[in-house]
């Protein structure tokens, strides 16, 4: 469905109006970014900073029970080195976007409709 004269006329001058009062943000909506921030973490981190972890509350328990500071204390920073190990696996990855295909006369969303009319709009300018 195509916009009337008065609706594209009142969306060039809310862009321009966005533009005028926040450039910055009017260049991020406008960037078109072509790639997705991906955050994983290595299974090995991930595997070994969990069992750092553990052991480090075991040793802050028997520190507890056998009421002796020091080995709480160190279990304490046996936990936070989990932590930091855990964390240090943490990845980010760039992946590509790109539209998904859809089979040969497959019907589409309301929502994919607008999203293609409103791609194939951005191409034309």
């Given at each position: 469905?195509?916009?009337?004269?008065?609706?594209?006329?009142?969306?060039?001058?809310?862009?321009s109006?966005?533009?005028?009062?926040?450039?910055?943000?009017?260049?991020?909506?406008?960037?078109?970014?072509?790639?997705?921030?991906?955050?994983?973490?290595?299974?090995?981190?991930?595997?070994?900073?969990?069992?750092?972890?553990?052991?480090?509350?075991?040793?802050?328990?028997?520190?507890?029970?056998?009421?002796?500071?020091?080995?709480?204390?160190?279990?304490?920073?046996?936990?936070?080195?989990?932590?930091?190990?855990?964390?240090?696996?943490?990845?980010?990855?760039?992946?590509?976007?790109?539209?998904?295909?859809?089979p040969?006369?497959?019907?589409?969303?309301?929502?994919?409709?607008?999203?293609?009319?409103?791609?194939?709009r951005?191409?034309?300018?």
């Amino acid at each position: 469905m195509a916009l009337s004269d008065y609706e594209r006329k009142m969306l060039e001058e809310l862009e321009s109006q966005l533009h005028s009062d926040d450039p910055k943000l009017s260049e991020t909506l406008k960037s078109e970014k072509t790639t997705a921030t991906q955050l994983s973490i290595a299974p090995k981190n991930l595997v070994g900073g969990i069992v750092i972890i553990i052991l480090g509350l075991a040793v802050v328990i028997a520190g507890v029970a056998a009421e002796i500071v020091p080995i709480g204390v160190g279990g304490v920073a046996v936990v936070f080195a989990g932590f930091w190990y855990l964390s240090s696996g943490f990845v980010r990855k760039e992946k590509k976007v790109t539209s998904p295909k859809r089979p040969k006369g497959a019907s589409l969303s309301f929502f994919e409709k607008q999203a293609e009319e409103w791609l194939r709009r951005q191409k034309g300018q």
